[in-house]
């Protein structure tokens, strides 16, 4: 199939809506604990994910991937550190939504802004509306997730020095925490639904993993870029007919003047399509 960028929000909107009643019952249901996501697990070497170790070697780029639920082991470097960047603004909806699950329509602007624009003052009025960026670290934990941490407001978080762990994740972490939000019970149904919409609405993902994805699949996801070079994006995927999936895509280069690159994002989800679609298996 012919990648290509996915747009028209309306189609995607109701694709969202199929998604969700795919994932959740259809009768209300009272909140339950949420399903929580893994902590990083030890680092393993086998990626299965023909070609991505040549691309990394000829972009000069790390990459970090995981797709999650991992029905075949495609990661790469999944246990390593990466700078969040904006990546971590679907985590702080989820925060800020857990504590309002029913948001008023100013609330609801800046959690469009954020999430779906990118918008860095209505992420810092989230973080500040939470008490500061360590509610969202404590949020983190309480989904399961042991790695993400958020220390900073915007831009500074976005730095990205290498070996600096502050306002980091791996993907495996990031991965699984999406997975939970969005796909599982941490959140009212309303309020996931909610957090869905903002994902498929996404502005900024345009050319990195949706545009290394089949025209025919659902798609949402959130974007982050910082120094070092780092672009990243952290998707809710579905094939047609499929089981919806979190990839995690996160790169970054060693040089501070490096520029963000997003084809290699894109190259990088053709690879994992491909390799979801071969002799190991395949999410359809």
Known sequence: MTPRRLGRRPLLLAGSLGLLAGCADEDPTPPRTPTPAPPAAPARPST????????????????????????????HRADERFALCSTFKTVLAGAVLAGEPEPGASLREDLRRAVSDSD????????DRLGGPASVTRFARTLGDDVTRLDRREPDLNSAVPGDPRDTTSPRAIAATYRTLVLGDALPR??????????VGSTTGAERIRAGLPEDWWVGDKTGTGGYGSTHDVAVVRPPGGEAFVLAVYTSYDDPAAEPDQ??????????VSAAAGPAGSRR
């Open 48 to 75: 299965r994910i023909p070609g991505l170790a040549r691309l990394e070697r000829r972009s000069g780029a790390r990459i970090g991937v995981y797709v999650d639920p991992p029905t075949e082991p495609l990661e």
């Open 190 to 199: 309303g309020a996931r639904d909610l957090l869905t919409d903002l994902l």
């Open 120 to 127: 860095n003052d209505a992420a810092n009025r989230l973080i």
């Open 263 to 272: 084809d290699l994002v894109a190259a990088v989800a053709r690879l994992v």
